[in-house]
Each structure stands twice: as structure tokens, then as C-alpha cells.
């Protein structure tokens, strides 16, 4: 159980194109999602906390008209990177709470490789 | 302010047992989450510990005290592909997750 699905793994594009990544919890709701950017050989770093119906929280230092973020539904998540430009280069991960006690595991997904040219 | 303190950098042998340490200073606790990453994959969860003392899961057993503000993942007969980092997490009073920079465990035949 507790499966999360991210799409694409993979995107390589052309800077200033827009890149969509999807993430979905595939046998559990999932009221609260998160979205977490890691650089080579770093830790994670959270971008943002996706709340189903409501506006994302972003962490200080993320241009939240940079990374759009809409939770519509208790199983989807979607990250928009507008106008991306090679240093928005990265692996970008989403992961998934269940509904219930904030003390639930976060599941991830497997993660998108992002290369912008 | 918050922190995770994990070391960098473990190496063990094959077949033996490693002990990888996490101590941490929280506005709050909620409970503290250990997380295994292969390089290049997402995190894949480990274990959760929320009372004092040991929990065992096959190989691998994670031990928590919070007077002290420290917990440890055990990894007994370690095999090749147990080669990862792994993370430690302390979910806060806000329940916000507070991650530790990861520790890579190196396996040696």
C-alpha cells in the first residue's frame, strides 16, 4: 500500500519552455503533499506544502509564481516550473501524507529529473 | 533554531552490523522518521519512532531516547545493496518535517 505516482521521470527541454510534473497517491488519499527539490550529493530541501482545495505554502526563498502548484483533488498534486532556465535544473520529488494524524509517513514518489538545455 | 545532526559518511563490511546516529534539537516532537535513498531514487521509508526504546524490523532497528535527543538506525548483516543514504526526520510540534542532511553508508566486501 501507499503508492505514490510521479510523471515524468524525466524532462529535458529547452529554457523558457513550462514543465508540468504530476504526482498522485494511487491507493490512499492524501490531504497534504509536498514538494521537495535535491540538488547532486545534497539533502532535501522542501519547496513547498500542497494542502488539498487550498493555496500551497511555500518555503522562504521559493518564487511561488516560479513553481505553480495546485492540489484540486485528494490525489493529485501538479508542479508547474514556468519559464524554466538551467539553474532550475534538478531532481524534483513529491510526496504524499495520508489523510489522518500529522504524524503519518510521507511516501514519495520517484522523483523527476528535470534538465533544462 | 532547529537541527539534525547525522554524520556524512559511514563505511561497513559486508555481513557485519553499522550503527548511524542522529541527534536533534526541535521546537517540539512529534516523533522521528528514518528514511533509506539510493542515489539517484527517491526516499523509500524506513521506520517511525515515537516512544523511548527499540523498534526491531528484520534487519534493520531503530532506536530512539528523547531526554537525550538522539536515535540510531542498526543495520545487521549488511549486504551490498543496503549501499544508500539514510535519512533521519523529526516531525516538530507544527508537525513540519525537519530533515537531517542524510548519512551515506559505504559497503566494503
Known amino acids: 500500500g501507499a503508492v505514490v505516482s510521479q510523471h515524468p521521470s524525466w524532462v529535458i527541454c529547452k529554457s523558457g519552455t513550462s514543465v508540468k510534473i504530476e504526482c498522485r497517491s494511487l491507493?490512499?488519499?492524501?490531504?497534504?503533499m509536498f514538494w521537495y527539490r535535491q540538488f547532486p550529493k545534497q539533502s532535501l530541501m522542501l519547496m513547498a506544502t500542497s494542502n488539498e482545495g487550498s493555496k500551497a505554502t511555500y518555503e522562504q526563498g521559493v518564487e511561488k509564481d516560479k513553481f505553480l502548484i495546485n492540489h484540486a483533488s485528494l490525489t493529485l498534486s501538479t508542479l508547474t516550473v514556468t519559464s524554466a532556465h538551467p539553474e532550475d535544473s534538478s531532481f524534483y520529488i513529491c510526496?504524499?501524507?495520508?489523510?489522518?494524524?500529522?504524524?503519518?509517513?510521507?511516501?514519495f514518489g520517484d522523483g523527476t529529473r528535470l534538465s533544462i538545455l | 533554531g532547529q537541527s539534525l545532526e547525522q554524520p556524512s559518511e559511514v563505511t561497513a563490511v559486508e555481513g557485519a552490523i553499522v550503527q548511524i546516529n542522529c541527534t536533534y534539537q526541535?521546537?517540539?516532537?512529534?516523533?522521528l522518521f528514518w528514511y533509506q535513498q539510493h542515489a539517484g531514487e527517491a526516499p523509500t521509508f524506513l521506520s517511525y519512532n515515537v516512544l523511548d526504546g527499540l523498534e526491531e524490523k528484520g534487519r534493520f532497528s531503530s532506536f530512539l531516547s528523547r531526554s537525550k535527543g538522539y536515535s540510531y538506525l542498526l543495520l545487521k548483516e549488511l549486504q551490498m545493496k543496503d549501499s544508500a543514504s539514510y535519512l533521519c526526520a523529526v516531525l516538530d510540534s507544527n508537525y513540519q518535517l525537519i530533515w537531517g542532511a542524510g548519512t551515506k553508508l559505504i559497503i566494503k566486501p
Open positions: 491507493d490512499f488519499q492524501a490531504t497534504t
Open positions: 510526496s504524499a501524507r495520508e489523510a489522518g494524524e500529522g504524524n503519518q509517513p510521507q511516501h
Open positions: 526541535t521546537s517540539g516532537f512529534n516523533g
